[in-house]
C-alpha cells in the first residue's frame, strides 16, 4: 500500500502540483500537519505532562511527608485523589462525547462548521480518559500506603496482583490502551515478584525458568488478544501498544533460547542435552518465529515486528555458531564470527529494505 509521502513524492517529480500550491497540498495529504493537528498534539502532549506531573508531585509529596502526616491525612490525600479524578473522568468524558457529536453535525452542515467548532472549548476522547488512569495509579498508591501503615505483611507480588484485579473495571470501562499497557505491565510484575519468591513453584524447576515462561505467555497472548480485537474496537488500532507486547514476548523466548545454546549449565543441565525442559524454548522459538513472519508479512504489514522477529534470529543464530565454532576452532573461528555478523546484518537490512519498497509500490 502506497503512503501519502510516497504518492505525494511521486506528484511534486512529476510537476502535477503547482509550486505556489504545494505547501496546501501537503497539508491536505496529512505529511505536514496544519495548525489543527499541531493544536490536538500540544493540547494532548501538556494534557499527558500535567497527570503525569500530578501523579509523581502525590508519591513524592507523601513518600517526603510520611513523618510529618498522620495515617487520616495520607488516606484522605488519596481518596481524595481518587474521587475528583473518577468525578473529572466522568465530566470530560461526557464533554468528549458531545464535541464528537457537535463535530459530526458541523460536518453535515457545513455552513456552521466554524462556529460550532472554533466557539467552544474541545476535549478529545484521549485526553478525556486520562483522569481515569491517574485513577487507577492513585489506587494503587493506596494499596502501597494501607500495606506500608498497617503491616499487613503481604507479599509483594500481591499488592501488584490485587492493583491488577482491582481496577479491572476501570480498564474495561477506559478503552484506553495506555491504561491496558499499565495492567497488563502489572501483571508480568506480579508474575517476576511470584517467582523471585517462590522460585521452584510452576512447571520448570528453576525459578528464571518459571519466570521467563510466564513473561512470554502473558504478553504473547496479550499480543494475539491485541491483534485481534483490533479489527473490530477502532482504539486498539493504535501500534506502541503490540509492538510493547513483541518486544517482551521476544525477548523472554529469544532468552530462554540463549540459556539452551550458551548458558544452559546455569539452569542445570547438560549443553547439548535436548531433553525434558531444555527442549521447550527449542519447539517453541522456531514456531514463535514463524507465526510472526506469517503475521506480519502477510496479514499485517509491520516492518518494526519483522524487525525484532529478524533480530532475534540473527542473535540465536550467531550465537549457536559462535559456541560451536569458537570451542572447535578457536582463533578462526573469531574471524568466521565477524564475516558472519556483518553479513547477516547487512543481508537483513537489505531484506527489510526490499519489503517496505514492496509495499510502498
Request: one cysteine or more.
Amino acid at each position: 500500500m502506497t503512503s501519502n509521502r510516497t504518492q505525494m513524492i511521486e506528484l511534486i517529480e512529476q510537476d502535477k502540483i503547482a509550486e505556489n500550491h504545494l505547501n496546501q497540498a501537503l497539508q491536505l495529504s496529512g505529511v505536514t500537519p496544519n495548525t489543527q493537528r499541531w493544536f490536538q498534539f500540544v493540547n494532548q502532549l501538556l494534557a499527558w505532562f500535567g497527570g503525569l506531573a500530578l501523579m509523581f508531585s502525590v508519591l513524592f509529596f507523601i513518600a517526603y511527608n510520611w513523618h510529618e502526616m498522620g495515617r487520616f491525612a495520607k488516606f484522605m490525600l488519596v481518596e481524595v485523589l481518587i474521587v475528583l479524578s473518577v468525578i473529572g473522568y466522568y465530566f470530560l468524558d461526557k464533554k468528549a462525547r458531545k464535541t464528537q457529536q457537535t463535530e459530526g453535525s458541523a460536518f453535515s452542515e457545513p455552513s456552521k462548521a466554524p462556529f460550532s467548532i472554533v466557539s467552544q472549548f474541545k476535549v478529545s476522547d484521549t485526553v478525556a480518559k486520562i483522569p481515569l488512569l491517574m485513577a487507577s495509579i492513585f489506587f494503587g498508591v493506596l494499596l502501597a500506603l494501607f500495606g506500608q501503615t498497617y503491616q499487613t505483611g503481604a507479599d509483594p507480588w500481591q499488592l501488584f496482583f490485587n492493583w491488577a484485579l482491582l481496577i479491572i473495571p476501570w480498564v474495561i470501562i477506559g478503552r484506553l490502551s495506555a491504561l491496558w499497557m499499565v495492567w497488563v505491565g502489572l501483571l508480568n510484575l506480579a508474575v517476576l515478584l511470584y517467582f523471585l519468591e517462590f522460585g521452584g513453584v510452576g512447571l520448570f524447576g528453576h525459578q528464571d525458568l518459571n519466570a521467563l515462561w510466564s513473561v512470554f505467555s502473558i504478553n504473547a497472548i496479550a499480543l494475539l488478544c491485541w491483534e485481534l480485537m483490533s479489527r473490530r474496537y477502532t482504539w486498539l488500532t493504535v501500534r506502541w501498544a503490540p509492538r510493547v507486547l513483541a518486544s517482551v514476548s521476544g525477548y523472554s523466548i529469544t532468552w530462554l533460547t540463549l540459556l539452551v545454546i550458551v548458558d544452559a549449565n546455569y539452569i542445570g543441565v547438560s549443553r547439548y542435552d535436548l531433553s525434558g525442559e531444555n527442549l521447550v524454548p527449542v519447539i517453541v522459538w522456531p514456531i514463535w518465529v514463524g507465526l510472526m513472519y506469517i503475521a506480519y508479512r502477510r496479514f499485517r504489514q509491520d516492518l518494526f515486528m519483522l524487525a525484532g522477529t529478524l533480530l532475534s534470529a540473527n542473535i540465536i543464530i550467531i550465537s549457536f555458531l559462535t559456541t560451536h565454532l569458537l570451542n572447535d576452532i578457536h582463533e578462526l573461528g573469531f574471524l568466521l564470527m565477524s564475516f558472519t555478523t556483518i553479513g547477516m546484518a547487512a543481508g537483513s537490512a537489505m531484506w527489510l529494505r526490499n519489503i517496505n519498497k514492496e509495499w510502498q509500490s
